[in-house]
């Protein structure tokens, strides 16, 4: 089993819709980190968060430390949302935190 | 500063043979990362620098693949007699350094290797 599991792992909304991507691990961790990817691009950090939520325009990003999950959520959906979002954590080594462990991303097609 | 990057951004190659990318993170950091991605499928770590030191190496890395940091800086990593199996996207990304917390990982572009 993954460390790090994403639900689902393709999507296709139509322009507007709100979408939530979901994501659990089964790791302790000292952080979570959401991440685009576009096709054939590089991958771009949207948030980094350890508790709570966090929120940067239409991108709402939330973390439920005890039940190790987290979820993102995309209000008012563009075509330019399309992209892969990849769901990573940071595993805690007792203090030294280095390495991400990734899930296997969640593909977002929205159409027009 | 101009993010992180990585030359080349494409490499088709010949099965057998050596290749080696380039990395530049961003300057003032000091941690720097080497994770591969194939189709489909999300990055898999492959080795960590701290400044200079090589700090972690997963088990993907056998021994026909070996990173460098020379002076803190820029990496490389070198994979020797490649397989199709080596093909994939080569990331790399750099963070600041600390113990106890956590930092965002800035990425880079990617290598696109090819094998045939």
């Known amino acids: 089993k993954n460390e790090v599991e994403q639900s689902p792992q393709n999507l296709t909304a139509q322009e507007g819709e709100f979408i939530t991507i979901n994501c659990s691990y089964s790791v302790g961790i000292s952080a979570l980190h959401w991440l685009q990817q576009h096709p054939g691009g590089g991958i771009v950090s949207l948030f980094m968060?350890?508790?709570g939520k966090k929120k940067h325009g239409r991108l709402i990003a939330t973390i439920n430390i005890q039940e190790k999950h987290s979820s993102l959520h995309i209000t008012a959906s563009h075509p330019r949302d399309s992209a892969v979002y990849i769901c990573a954590v940071s595993k805690n080594y007792g203090g030294a935190t280095n390495k991400l462990i990734f899930g296997t991303g969640t593909l977002l097609a929205v159409q027009p | 500063d101009t993010g992180v990057s990585q030359d080349p951004r494409h490499k088709i190659t010949k099965r057998g043979q050596n290749v080696t990318f380039r990395c530049d993170p961003i300057?003032?950091?000091?941690?720097l990362y080497w994770y591969r991605q194939t189709l489909g499928q999300g990055p898999e770590f492959l080795t960590y620098?701290?400044?200079?030191?090589?700090?972690?190496k997963s088990r993907l890395l056998s021994d026909r693949f070996s990173a460098e940091r020379p002076k803190g800086s820029f990496s490389t990593l070198e994979i020797q007699r490649t397989e199709q199996g080596d093909s994939a996207m080569y990331l790399c990304?750099?963070?600041?350094?600390?113990?106890?917390?956590?930092?965002?990982?800035?990425f880079g572009p990617g290598t696109r290797l090819t094998v045939t």
């Open positions: 990304a750099s963070s600041q350094a600390g113990t106890g917390t956590s930092y965002e990982q800035y």
């Open positions: 968060l350890s508790s």
């Open positions: 300057s003032e950091h000091n941690r």
């Open positions: 620098f701290q400044n200079e030191a090589q700090l972690e």
